[in-house]
């Protein structure tokens, strides 16, 4: 339905447009057309007039029609009270639209091509108002397609950069817009710099200059300026020449020797050029470049050991780029070089190097070159510095030696010294010619055994060596015979041979050289050789079941140096073991196992013979054999083994019998004797008795000696006896540097006195309650309380007062028997702490005599004695039973 309708538009369309022809004609004479311009691929608003002329009035048809068109590309209709919007699909298609709410009403046509461009009527009818036509003009704005860069060779350039164009180049170039309608504006522009401005085509021409670097031009095509313009860049890249070239620091003086660096930089130079070096005409290679980060310096540092030889030389450094025309820049200067002397020394005039005499007179010039000048100059000879003195002469620069003599000839070096160091010359060895000497004075001893020949050669010293030799010999037989070789020609060196005892005496010898023949001759002592003599003794030690060591002394050489030789034969087989030779008679001999002995020879032999052998025979240990079966040898040597062990353990027991028998025997007093100390203990016996019978007691003690010493008596111990005083090592005084106190056992043991003394019975002293710490101080307490008890008479009731025979209140003991010398409770001793002076503290009842090993009894202090404390007194039980009887 609604294409029939159309269909019917569009007829009625053409019949009315044909009707209204004439009518059309008039308005376009009379109308103007209006220019609409749209870009390609953009939208073109094209206005159309829809106002009506009478008010009130409506639209009821828009018809859009196009010159080369006999249709409409577009229709709006209004009239059944529906807007019907039309379009031409072969022509605009979706691509239009018509909107009457803008003023004027617009027909938008998106996406532009090319083929929209044209001429476009819009015809409006209304209701009731006339028809109105407005005409428009669409351009389409279609920009360049591209653009071509000429150079000036009118080739295209294609690429970013273009060259490089080495500076002060001029550069053409022409930009073309290809494409495009209406035709676009070219331009060239630098920056925001216009160089040229043309249509479709402009052109540039300029010279390239350093402030141009970097060069960027760009071309610019322009179709309207509601089109982005379309653009190239294009960059020129130039080649620039440094700037400069220099030496950093400039000319300066340099030292000979000692390493320097020097510097060339070439600034704004593109791209980096090569700096070279060179020392005059010669390329120096010892360098390394350096190039700043933006690349406008280029350093090239040099290093270099200047020598005096580079004194006036020309140092240079030399910049180029490749691929640039007239590029080379240099900057060098003349070296000043500084070092320290150079000395060179040399002969005076007239003297020939190779001819001097020892006598002759020489002299020695000493020519320097030094930069600063030297102040100093000396020789030196072998390293020593030559002085001035005994014919040695020396001035500023000169060295004069009168008669020189052959010591003088050796290495000359003269030294000169600046501000810089030392410089010394080249050694100068003077060579001082002189007739042959012998290098030994006093003549050489040579031996030589009868037959034999030996070599003697003629060592002389002399300068040049000799050109022929004189052999003679000189003995009590022959005063001067005269040798010759068998060739007949004369040597340094002659084989004599000793034929008979008469050719034994002087050999001398005598050299001839340019300078003149020798004066005293060579001379050499022909002694009679023999061979060795045979070793004196050999001593064999470290002798084990493989090894053994021998040491022989050397007997007489013979007069030359003598070796020795040693064989070692098995004496069961006779098989020899080893043989060997030495410097020295003195061998370790090993790995000789097998062999129970073994028979030993020495020789001793020089270069006449040997000796006769000195032969020895060593017998090896036997190795250890081991048996893992029982058999009845086994047995047999194990009762052997076991009777050899009971012998000698009786005998040990015998031994250990016998010798506590002799001392036994030893230890008692014999009958009748009396001991060496007994007239010193007479006397004071004599004043501890105070009796009137003196004499009595005198007889008595002959038989019965008063003082017994501790060390005659033999102790018996009852129970279980522990020794008093034992020998101890804890001591450091002289008081107790043999014993050490023990422990106090209270018993009183008897003693075992001979048989014309009175027999004296004391049962033993029971005291087992007292405690173990009652201690004597020392031995010699207990010894002199013993020399007292024995002192005294069997009787001693008469002896002592009537007051000490009971027994007082604070002792340990309970009588006077029990403790008839009140001895008193000991304090815990240390044996090793013990003083002389600790004896009457302790024992206060004895006057002790150290001399004559005697004590007295005292009865002033035996009534102040030290008491026992109350809590020792209370510790100890009643003592009423136990008492010891009085003899």
Not at 68 to 86: A, L, M
Not at 566 to 592: H, P, S, Y
Not at 720 to 748: F, N, S, W
Not at 877 to 886: D, I, K, L
Request: glycine fraction near 6%; aromatic fraction near 6%; include cysteine.
């Amino acid at each position: 339905m609604i294409k029939i309708r159309v269909a019917c538009l569009v007829m009625f369309a053409v019949l009315q447009r044909s009707a209204e022809s004439q009518q059309d004609v008039i308005i376009e004479e009379s109308s103007s057309i209006e220019s609409v311009h749209a870009a390609l691929g953009r939208a073109a608003e094209l206005p159309c007039d829809v106002t009506p002329a009478i008010a009130h009035d409506s639209v009821a048809l828009v018809i859009w029609y196009k010159q080369g068109h006999n249709t409409p590309v577009y229709t709006f209709d209004t009239r059944d009270g529906v807007d019907t919007h039309w379009s031409d699909p072969a022509t605009l298609g979706s691509r239009a639209s018509f909107r009457t709410s803008t003023t004027p009403a617009l027909l938008v046509l998106t996406k532009i091509r090319p083929e929209d461009s044209g001429q476009y009527r819009c015809r409006v009818d209304f209701i009731k108002s006339p028809t109105k036509n407005t005409r428009l003009n669409l351009t389409v704005l279609i920009p360049p397609e591209r653009l071509v860069i000429l150079d000036q060779d009118g080739e295209e350039f294609r690429g970013g950069a273009m060259g490089p164009f080495d500076e002060g180049t001029r550069v053409n170039l022409t930009c073309v817009a290809i494409g495009g309608r209406p035709a676009a504006r070219v331009s060239w522009w630098q920056s925001h710099a216009l160089l040229a401005n043309s249509e479709s085509r402009a052109s540039v021409s300029f010279t390239l200059q350093r402030d141009l670097y970097p060069a960027t031009l760009t071309c610019q095509a322009v179709t309207d300026p509601s089109i982005s313009p379309l653009s190239e860049n294009i960059t020129i890249d130039m080649n620039l020449y440094p700037l400069w070239v220099r030496i950093i620091g400039g000319a300066r003086p340099l030292v000979a020797g000692r390493a320097v660096e020097i510097i060339c930089q070439a600034v704004g130079a593109r791209p980096h050029p090569t700096i070279s070096w060179w020392k005059g005409a010669t390329r120096l290679h010892t360098i390394r470049e350096k190039i700043s980060p933006d690349g406008n310096v280029t350093s090239s540092i040099l290093s270099i050991i200047p020598t005096v030889e580079d004194s006036g030389r020309i140092i240079s450094c030399r910049s180029v780029q490749q691929n640039l025309k007239h590029s080379v820049r240099e900057d060098g200067w003349k070296m000043e070089i500084q070092h320290v002397p150079i000395p060179k020394l040399k002969l005076g005039a007239n003297l020939d190097p190779d001819n001097i005499m020892e006598g002759s007179d020489v002299y020695l010039d000493c020519d320097v070159r030094s930069r600063p000048d030297h102040d100093h100059v000396y020789f030196t000879y072998n390293g020593v510095i030559v002085k001035g003195s005994g014919g040695v002469l020396v001035s500023r620069q000169s060295l004069v030696l009168q008669g020189v003599s052959r010591q003088r000839a050796g290495a000359y070096v003269c030294v000169a010294r600046n501000s810089l160091g030392e410089g010394s010359s080249d050694p100068l060895h003077l060579d001082v010619k002189f007739s042959p000497v012998c290098t030994k004075k006093d003549g050489v001893a040579l031996r030589a055994a009868r037959g034999e020949t030996m070599s003697i050669k003629c060592d002389v010293d002399a300068n040049p060596m000799p050109s022929s030799f004189r052999w003679w010999f000189n003995s009590s037989t022959y005063t001067e015979r005269e040798l010759t070789s068998s060739n007949g020609i004369s040597t340094d060196a002659y084989d004599y041979r000793v034929n008979s005892s008469s050719e034994y005496g002087w050999v001398q010898c005598a050299g001839t050289n340019s300078v003149g023949r020798q004066t005293e001759p060579c001379m050499f002592h022909i002694l009679p050789a023999d061979r060795p003599s045979a070793v004196q003794s050999c001593d064999i030690s470290n002798v084990t079941h493989e090894c053994f060591l021998i040491e022989c002394n050397p007997g007489y050489d013979g007069g030359l140096a003598q070796e020795f030789m040693l064989q070692v034969f098995i004496v069961e087989n006779g098989a020899l073991i080893t043989n060997r030779t030495g410097m020295a008679a003195q061998w370790r001999v090993c790995n000789v196992s097998g062999a129970q002995s073994v028979r030993v020879s020495v020789y001793a032999y020089n270069r006449v013979g040997h000796s006769e052998p000195h032969t020895v025979t060593v017998g090896l240990l036997e190795h250890p054999q081991r048996h893992t079966g029982i058999s009845s040898v086994s047995v047999q040597l194990s009762a052997v083994l076991v009777s050899v062990l009971c012998a000698v353990s009786v005998l040990i027991c015998v031994g250990t019998l016998a010798t506590f028998a002799l001392c036994y025997r030893h230890c008692q007093p014999r009958r009748g004797e009396k001991p060496e100390k007994a007239k010193g203990r007479d006397e004071s016996t004599k004043d501890l008795l105070e009796d009137k019978s003196e004499a009595k007691d005198e007889k008595h003690s002959d038989t019965n000696p008063d003082i017994i010493p501790i060390e005659t008596k033999n102790i018996a111990v009852t129970e279980t006896a522990q020794p008093l005083l034992t020998h101890g090592h804890c001591c450091d005084r002289p008081i107790c540097d043999q014993y050490v106190v023990r422990p106090m056992q209270y018993h009183v043991h008897p003693y075992n006195i001979d048989a014309n003394t009175p027999s004296l019975s004391l049962e033993p002293l029971e005291l087992s309650y007292l405690p173990t710490e009652y201690r004597l101080p020392h031995d010699k307490v207990y010894e002199d309380w013993l020399r007292y008890k024995n002192a005294l008479p069997m009787d001693t009731s008469n002896l002592l007062p009537p007051h000490q025979l009971t027994p007082q209140p604070n002792s340990i003991y309970s009588s006077i028997k029990r403790n008839p010398l009140k001895l008193v409770k000991m304090p815990e001793l240390d044996p090793c702490r013990l003083e002389v002076s600790n004896y009457q503290r302790y024992s206060p009842s004895l006057q002790l005599n150290p001399e004559n090993n005697t004590a007295r009894y005292n009865n002033t202090q035996m009534n102040e004695a030290q008491p026992i404390t109350g809590n020792e007194r209370q510790q100890a039980p009643n003592e009423a039973s136990n008492t010891v009887p009085q003899r």
